[in-house]
């Protein structure tokens, strides 16, 4: 990802629950934060289950590489997740080199979905095997820890009109300097495969209902995660036509910061919305007016990028205060039942 100005389209779309803030009781968030704080050992540092094996030099092609995406497709698999590979041939600075993203839909046939999303590769670094704790294994291991954590709830409560779709970015570094061709691999292939077909989970389970819209057709909303897990970490509103969005989830932080669920808070309301712009994975998808609530730390932590962004420059207060809150934040949209 790289600062810089990037225009934000102004989306059309309804969100399935723009008001999700109070959709859940105070008892059913508590209930729900604690259960996030009994399963907390999920995301310890140094030996969680879904943390420890994303945090490894995961570079194109790498064993940590590869052993990153079995663990990711064996995670959802156990949980009913519906599997697609989008494999393709990128052209970079490095020749042809072959990627693939990974798509995880709980329901196909739903109606719309909600989006988590983060690259799940990592960069390559002179002097150095580069791990990207903040970018990007803490936010692959929050979207698996949500999967889980609400496994039972989204099982008993997921409706036909929006469901749960993880997808998994692979590419999303440059190979040399940041630029239009080189980023972004991934969610380039996907926004453009996507804008045009369903996913294959989709056509799959579809196919007899006469049913062909385009993926980003079902997209309700798209929730880009990067840099998270540092000290430091604060969040903005990034893009103007998601501004409400990022409000419910303050408010929804709010509640569970004053419930005693949270050790601070996170959402920066003081800025205005769009005030930073950052270039990622969401730009081929805004670009075709898909909303995307971008959830990166600004300013980045100061490991961005260097050799130092390794399991010593996370907090576990914090990881664990985001899994408390992604969880309710996904529960709430979702409008699941505790």
């Known amino acids: 990802m790289a600062y810089g100005s990037l225009q934000s389209a102004v989306s059309v779309r309804k969100f399935a629950n723009p008001s999700f803030a109070g959709a859940l009781s105070n008892l059913q968030l508590k209930r729900l934060a604690r259960t996030a704080t ?13 943390l420890a094996p994303v945090l490894v030099p995961r570079q194109v092609g790498s064993a940590g590489y590869r052993a990153t995406q079995g663990f990711i497709v064996d995670t959802l698999s156990t949980l009913g997740y519906a599997i697609s590979w989008d494999n393709f041939t990128a052209a970079t600075p490095e020749g042809q080199v072959k990627m693939a993203n990974i798509i995880a839909t709980k329901n196909p046939a739903a109606q719309r979905r909600l989006v988590l999303s983060a690259h799940y590769e990592s960069k390559v670094i002179a002097g150095g095997e580069f791990i990207g704790a903040t970018d990007s294994a803490v936010p692959v291991a929050l979207m698996l820890d949500v999967a889980r954590g609400l496994s039972d709830a989204i099982d008993e409560y997921d409706s036909d009109d929006v469901t749960l779709q993880l997808v998994f970015f692979d590419g999303e570094e440059a190979y040399h300097e940041w630029s239009a061709t080189d980023s972004l691999y991934g969610s380039r292939h996907l926004a453009e495969f996507w804008e045009h077909n369903p996913d294959p989970a989709t056509a799959a389970i579809t196919k007899n209902l006469g049913d062909h819209r385009p993926e980003l057709d079902r997209v309700d909303l798209m929730v880009l995660m990067d840099l998270m897990g540092a000290p430091d970490n604060m969040f903005a509103a990034l893009q103007v036509p998601t501004a409400s969005i990022f409000t419910q989830l303050a408010k929804l932080e709010e509640r569970l910061y004053k419930a005693g669920a949270l050790g601070r ?26 909303p995307v609530l971008h959830l990166i730390s600004v300013p980045f932590p100061k490991a961005w990028h260097t050799l130092d962004d390794n399991a010593d420059a996370l907090d576990q207060d914090v990881i664990e205060d985001l899994s ?3 969880r309710s934040f996904v529960a709430s949209y979702l409008q699941l039942r505790f």
Do not use: Q
């Open 324 to 326: 408390v809150l992604m």
């Open 38 to 50: 009994k399963e907390r050992t999920w995301l310890d540092i140094h030996k969680g289950e879904l």
């Open 265 to 290: 808070t996170y959402m920066n309301t003081s800025i205005p919305p769009g005030a930073y712009s950052v270039d990622d994975d969401h730009r081929p998808f805004i670009e075709r007016d898909v």
